[in-house]
């Protein structure tokens, strides 16, 4: 399974982005609490440079408290002003404004001292598709003036909104790099419901989210299917055909166990199977709603392995190459002495 998802709007997203950084004085920049590193867009970072921004982590509802805890302290440390909210009950987002309009308190003095009476803001909401940043603008201005849904890709055009006192918001389209590089990133923001679920393989998608839940989380899964994790002998014959990103035998366990949950929830097709389309939908929506509980999916520890993981497989293909070179030369040394 690879995830690539770029369609065109995605390309006139990262325009308006680039367009509209000239007319705004900061950028609210929203992230998912439950992937504080993976939700974060390189592409959006380059854009942005060294406008003032405040970093949102949105839908901490959803997230796991103690790993929020450690990602805004990560942060802060490098910098930047933090603020984690709930943008669908406004938990935090008042405070997101106060730390635009104190982030901006410079300039609006210094229009004062020019003799301004008022200065108007503009900030511009910018972050990955359906983590909420229409929600956001909507709880600002208290209106529900742009359009929100449970889905990706629900705005397609930048709207700007006065949310009054004297500050504009500009609500975005979500905004996904072009190439994915980190399938386990890809991963994280599928389930996360970042990426059109037509275009990742929900087997492998719901593999990879209930072994993690079932190794981070222990009881989650048991408690909300009422179901025991099969334990599979590990000798079971193995016949696929395709890569994929997990592994085959985490592939193996996470279909058990999706099998699982789908036969506790009656998703069985004629002959008594289980319809794992069927369980796999219900497992998502379950998981996004946070009915199996408050669940962060980036810890710190398994990114490291991933890093490390990426750092050996780059010395491994290096190695490779720095073989493949030197037999080239040996080769071509031998056929020379040969002449
Ligand atoms: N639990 C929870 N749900 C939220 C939160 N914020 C937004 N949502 C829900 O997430 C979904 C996406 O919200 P939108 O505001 O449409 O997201 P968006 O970023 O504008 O999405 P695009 O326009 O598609 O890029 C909706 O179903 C919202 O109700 C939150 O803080 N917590
Ligand atoms: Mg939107």
Not at 137 to 146: D, Y
Not at 279 to 308: H, N, Q, Y
Request: contains cysteine; aromatic residues 6%.
């Amino acid at each position: 399974m690879t995830v690539q998802w770029y369609p065109g709007h995605m390309a006139k997203a990262k325009r308006t982005l680039e367009d509209n950084l000239k007319l705004v004085n900061i950028v609210i920049e929203l992230c998912d609490a439950r992937l504080p590193y993976s939700s974060r867009n390189p592409a959006i970072d380059r854009i942005i440079g060294k406008k003032p921004r405040v970093l949102v982590f949105n839908k901490a509802d959803l997230a796991d408290p103690a790993q929020s805890e450690y990602w805004m302290e990560y942060y802060k440390k490098q910098g930047f002003t933090v603020v984690f909210t709930d943008a669908r009950a406004g938990d935090g987002v008042k405070k997101v404004i106060a730390a635009v309009k104190k982030a901006m308190e410079e300039k609006v003095s210094r229009s004062l001292e020019r003799g301004r009476i008022a200065t108007t803001l503009y900030a511009m909401v910018v972050g990955i598709p359906n983590v909420g940043k229409s929600s956001f603008v909507n709880k600002v201005s208290g209106k529900a003036a742009a359009k929100t849904g449970d889905k990706p890709g629900v705005t397609r055009e930048k709207q700007w909104l006065n949310m009054g006192d004297d500050i504009y918001l500009l609500d975005t389209p979500g905004l996904l790099w072009p190439r994915i590089d980190n399938q386990m990133a890809a991963l994280r923001l599928a389930a996360s419901g970042a990426i059109k679920d037509e275009v990742v393989d929900s087997g492998e998608l719901c593999a990879f989210l209930l072994t993690f839940i079932d190794s981070h989380y222990p009881g989650l899964i048991e408690g909300r299917y009422n179901i025991k994790i099969p334990e599979l002998s590990g000798d079971e014959e193995r016949d696929y055909v395709t890569e994929t990103v997990i592994g085959a035998e985490r592939l193996e366990k996470g279909l058990a166990i999706l099998e699982a949950c789908g036969r506790a929830r009656g998703c069985l097709v004629k002959g008594g199977e289980v319809d794992l389309g069927r369980a796999a939908a219900l497992v998502l929506d379950d998981f996004r709603a946070g009915k199996t509980g408050k669940i962060s999916l980036d810890f710190p520890e398994v990114l490291g392995e991933e890093a490390d993981m990426a750092v050996m497989n780059e010395e491994r293909m290096k190695q490779k190459e720095e073989k493949r070179a030197a037999r080239k030369a040996n080769y071509r040394s031998r056929k020379n002495g040969k002449r």
